[in-house]
């Protein structure tokens, strides 16, 4: 006998969200596909800062004082955290409209616009949008089927609308957004420190060794640092840089986007509605505000039911009971109780006997449908 029974399969949110991303641990890690650049973000890192503790690091907390390797380990864990946090996290991505809510825009849109004849290029799709006392323009994402909230913008490589959207840094694997650009400036400003210090101390260890064992003989002995020091040279300029960079558009309140379309700055001259006037405001809401929510709900639960076939066998004994009779022409189920020997009715919790149908009963007791069953004439005069 086979049995239909139904189970249901939990399947999380982040499995079925659009967009070019990568989960996991259950959706609480959000990165993008292309991760190969951010390895070797960790790789640089991880290997200046080995050969740093390693090496240098011994010989300058004897020679100098022990708050070195202390100082520089706290400005290493510091980087590894703002970087896995930038890395991992949502950057403020905005969900896509579901296809209900697609098709009322789309009949918005088609009211305030009218039909368009053919031949002709429709308007562009853009609402206005009011922020202290100045005009902003709302566009139309044609991927998310929304109007992306000021200052956000769809991201190619993600495919995703990000709110406040700054940059997409392959060297984190990860967008740059409202959610996470704390994290991102805090990174790289204690990358900056951390290979500031590491290069100086370098320069301070070949400088100490080369009073004892001479230049060319502490270059030949500690090949490590030189790898270190090369590594922190041409990483200086980059990562300083940036940091200063990004120092100043927070000082503005601006973001990358921004800046590179000239959103601000360009022929318009249209002041940053966004900025308060003062550096240190502009700061404290950049790096000091409320951290919004995550509005993608990955670890939300959609339930599937599968129904799957088993076969069970059921063995026919004294244990197990036989389903009811099939129903006669009234509408009603026909039940057979047996007599005991003695001619007392069984209680009802005994188990009934099972009953031959008519095929298996004998030929002069075989039943047509509608004839009712007549008792046998010494059964009726033992009753009597």
Request: hydrophobic share 40%; with cysteine.
């Amino acid at each position: 006998m086979s049995v239909m029974v139904a189970r249901k399969k939990v399947v999380r949110k982040w499995e079925k969200l659009p967009g070019r991303n990568t989960f996991c641990c259950d959706g609480r890690i959000m990165m993008a596909r292309q991760k190969g650049i951010f390895y070797l973000t960790l790789f640089l890192i991880l290997g200046t800062c080995a050969l740093f503790f390693a090496f240098e690091c011994r010989y300058l907390a004897v020679q100098l004082s022990p708050a070195i390797p202390v100082f520089a380990a706290v400005l290493f864990l510091f980087a590894m955290a703002t970087l896995l946090r930038t890395s991992f996290s949502d950057p403020g991505v905005i969900p896509r409209a579901l296809p209900d809510e697609a098709a009322f825009i789309e009949m918005e849109i088609e009211a305030t616009n009218g039909t368009v004849p053919q031949g002709q290029r429709p308007p562009p799709r853009i609402k206005n949008f009011q922020i202290n006392n100045q005009i902003v323009k709302l566009k139309y994402c044609y991927t998310c089927k929304i109007f992306r909230p000021p200052r956000a913008s769809h991201c190619s490589i993600c495919d995703n609308c990000v709110e406040r959207f700054d940059h997409h840094c392959p060297w984190v694997g990860n967008c740059v957004g409202k959610r996470n650009y704390r994290y991102f400036y805090l990174f790289i400003l204690s990358l900056s420190l951390l290979t500031i210090y590491i290069f100086t101390f370098n320069i301070v260890y070949v400088a100490l060794k080369s009073l004892k064992i001479g230049f060319l003989n502490t270059l030949k002995e500690t090949p490590g640092t030189v790898l270190e020091v090369l590594i922190c040279f041409f990483t200086l300029w980059s990562v300083v840089g940036l940091t200063g960079f990004h120092t100043f558009l927070v000082a503005l309140n601006q973001t990358t986007n921004e800046d590179i379309k000239g959103s601000w700055t360009g022929k318009n001259r249209v002041q940053n509605p966004y900025s308060h006037g003062n550096i240190v405001k502009n700061c404290c809401e950049v790096l000091c505000g409320p951290l919004p929510p995550s509005v993608l709900d990955r670890r939300g639960i959609l339930q599937q039911e599968e129904s799957t076939a088993q076969e069970e066998s059921c063995p026919r004994g004294s244990s197990t009971q036989e389903p009811p009779a099939a129903k006669g022409p009234g509408g009603q189920a026909e039940e057979s109780s047996a007599q005991q020997k003695d001619g007392s009715i069984p209680h009802l919790s005994a188990v009934p006997a099972p009953s031959l149908s008519n095929a298996e009963m004998p030929e002069e007791k075989q039943l047509t449908s509608g004839e009712l069953p007549v008792p046998p004439q010494d059964a009726g005069q033992a009753e009597h």
